[in-house]
């Protein structure tokens, strides 16, 4: 089974399980001494806990059962629905927090129906997307007996106050689904975790003063858990870090604050254990002003990025599946992407897609340092909002055009370039109620944007 949706940016609860004691946010002031249960699920749900359910997930997916259990008289039983039909995911959640920093795993007892592996599971999500210290592990191994699984914390002083106990997701290819148990979720001081050995994804970034860089995907630890290798994926707030030119580059908040032009290597270590790997910033000096500002009237406006207007959700603004990096740079005072290493870049916004029929152009502003040539593509999902995985069959439709020195409008280097390009141009779009993808490409290797929109 193979989840495809990342769970580093989960939507807002969407749903409670009845029984539990609170699902609010809203905490009071929290009592001292801290409130250190280290109990989730133990026949029901711990103090205070409730689910909360996955943007997008099975909403019904989990429930008490008294028939099954590891021990005690109850077990919580997740049913993942069939191949095609979604995937079952929440995060277990108090509106109490708790210290957690006298423990070093969070413990659960799982079995299936079947032998197969769930997709993530974890702690540190409060759903809500502002989670700082989310860890996981992948592609646990699940069989049809009682088995115990162990997930350690990287580092437990980091959660004196969280509300996020245990998170899971699983989608599976089966086309009778998947009913997964588990039970006895809680906290633990284990000593059959050790040895751990944190990673930092080696990289070399080449980007401009006055961008922020965030290390998604960039941080994990392997420990071993009862001598055998486990690799733990967790957010950068777990590390710390060192620069070797601060006034170049320095870390704050998991986020890499490039300052100035210059050099700088960024290392990182866990408690006091240096991670392996560093990245390297090379940071060059971003275009003189900021894009110059439109007057197009709010009303006639379908913003994507402008600090102008009322922006719609996007959810990727470098895909996947593309070849480049995005980075937030402040230019003059004013928000902007910048994209570097660029072949392509994929601008997704999928799960909202937009409907432009009542536009009638396009607009962006770009930059480039050298390049001559930008190409624009639009992406039509049609009306069952699904790519079926090529171009221009079913009822999806794409187009693309391509803008240079002598187009209309004309793509300058060394400028900002106020492009207004006429929906009308897109020719083989035959229709743009479902659009949801914009693809950036050419020959330029850099690449700021500013005031992406539609308009009329």
């Not at 205070?48 to 028939?67: C, P, R, T, Y």
């Not at 759903?127 to 007996?145: D, H, L, M, Q």
């Not at 994990?220 to 950068?236: E, L, N």
């Not at 229709?431 to 050419?442: D, E, Y």
Request: negative net charge.
């Amino acid at each position: 089974m193979a989840l495809s949706t990342c769970l580093r940016t989960v939507g807002l609860a969407i749903a409670c399980l009845a029984g539990a004691s609170g699902c609010s946010r809203q905490a009071p002031t929290e009592a001292w001494p801290p409130n250190t249960d280290p109990v989730v699920f133990a026949d029901t749900f711990g103090d205070h806990v409730g689910f909360q359910a996955f943007m997008g997930s099975k909403l019904d997916a989990v429930a008490i059962d008294n028939a099954e259990r590891y021990q005690g008289t109850a077990s919580l039983k997740v049913t993942v629905p069939a191949s095609g039909s979604g995937y079952s995911g929440g995060a277990l959640v108090t509106s109490r927090a708790r210290s957690l920093a006298g423990y070093n795993a969070l413990s659960l007892y799982i079995k299936a129906d079947r032998a197969a592996s769930l997709d993530v599971a974890g702690l540190g999500n409060d759903n809500t997307g502002t989670s700082r210290f989310e860890a996981s592990r992948a592609a646990i191994p699940v069989g049809t007996e009682w088995a115990q699984v162990l997930i350690p914390i990287p580092l437990p002083a980091r959660l004196e106050v969280e509300k996020g106990l245990f998170f899971f997701a699983d989608s599976t290819r089966s086309t009778t689904g998947l009913t997964v148990w588990m039970d006895e979720i809680r906290f633990v001081y284990t000593t059959v975790i050790a040895n751990p050995r944190p990673a930092l994804s080696s990289s070399n970034q080449t980007t401009f003063a006055g961008s922020n860089l965030a290390l998604t995907n960039a941080t994990r630890t392997t420990f071993d858990i009862a001598g055998v290798s486990q690799v733990v994926a967790h957010m950068p707030e777990y590390f710390d870090y060192t620069s070797t030119d601060t006034s170049v580059a320095a870390v704050s908040r998991g986020v890499i604050h490039v300052r100035a032009s210059g050099t700088a290597s960024i290392s990182a270590h866990l408690g006091g254990v240096a991670a392996a790997g560093s990245i390297g910033i090379t940071a060059n000096e971003p275009p003189p002003m900021a894009a110059p500002v439109p007057t197009f009237g709010a009303a006639n406006v379908l913003a994507l990025f402008s600090a102008l207007y009322t922006n719609v959700p996007v959810d990727k603004w470098s895909a996947d599946w593309d070849r480049a990096d995005v980075a937030d740079i402040t230019i003059g005072g004013h928000l902007a992407k910048v994209y570097t290493n660029l072949s392509y870049a994929g601008i997704e916004f999928t799960n909202h897609l937009i409907d432009a029929t009542a536009m009638t152009h396009l607009h962006l502003d770009a930059w480039t340092p050298s390049g001559t040539v930008l190409k624009v593509k639009l992406v039509d999902f049609g009306p069952d909002g699904v790519y079926s995985g090529c171009a221009n069959c079913g009822d999806d439709r794409e187009s693309e055009i391509t803008l240079n020195g002598t187009s209309a409008p004309a793509l300058t280097p060394g400028t900002w370039a106020n492009l207004d390009v006429p929906l009308s141009g897109f020719t083989q779009l035959t229709g743009r109620a479902h659009l949801a993808q914009i693809v950036l490409s050419g020959d330029t290797r850099t690449l700021f944007v500013d005031h992406l929109l539609f308009h009329r």
